[in-house]
């Protein structure tokens, strides 16, 4: 068989030296005699394929496309939670204490003294926003100390895997923290949570 019909041709049966007379007469094409086949011998099994039809060649590049325009659907939606996530990265390093609620500190405190034990795991991210491991104080600290430990990133976002709007309690209490300390969301971000977003109005 040459190498360049391989996309154009579509299996139709397996057989190996180990199947019976019976069974390769079983699952051999019946039209052999008006059909064009061909076979492929690879490490003692015979493949059995054929030409596309015009139909399946027109469902094979229907679908092509389509899962073209979804990832590039993706792709955008990716683009989204990345502007995103620097948005939120880029308040809490440059987060005012002149706005701080102290009773709401509090319980951003609780969630630290929980999970301050995997601080460790995030030095390298924890340096860059300015945070100190050994001697957290001031409320940017805090704040700084609360969203490493939360995890946030580039990878959290409002849609599923086709890009489908898709909730999520993580990035909802991240945006619910935030916003209480004074962040605004974004025109692109409120439409991306609230799922009415253009890119969400396209079919998957």
């Avoid at 209490?173 to 439409?191: C, F, H, N, P, T």
């Amino acid at each position: 068989m040459e190498e360049n019909l391989g996309a154009n041709l579509k299996g139709v049966c397996n057989f190996s030296s180990w199947d019976s007379q019976e069974t390769v007469q079983g699952k051999f094409p019946s039209d052999w005699e008006s059909v064009e086949y061909f076979y492929y011998d690879k490490n003692g099994e015979l493949s059995i394929l054929r030409k596309f039809t015009d139909e399946e060649k027109a469902q094979c590049h229907a679908k092509a496309e389509k899962e073209r325009i979804k990832g590039e659907k993706r792709d955008k939606l990716g683009g989204i939670a990345k502007r995103a996530y620097d948005l939120r990265k880029q308040f809490v390093k440059e987060y005012s204490t002149k706005t701080a609620d102290s009773e709401y500190f509090v319980d951003i405190l609780v969630g630290i003294l929980q999970k301050i034990r995997y601080i460790g795991r995030f030095e390298e991210e924890y340096a860059e926003l300015g945070g100190k491991r050994e001697n957290i104080k001031s409320y940017q600290k805090m704040l700084i100390t609360w969203y490493v430990l939360v995890e946030d990133g580039e990878w959290l976002s409002y849609n599923d895997i086709n890009g489908n709007h898709e909730s999520s309690e993580r990035l909802d209490y991240i945006y619910e923290v935030l916003m209480r300390l004074g962040y605004e969301l974004s025109d692109e971000e409120r439409e991306w949570k609230d799922g009415v977003h253009a890119l969400f109005a396209t079919a998957s």
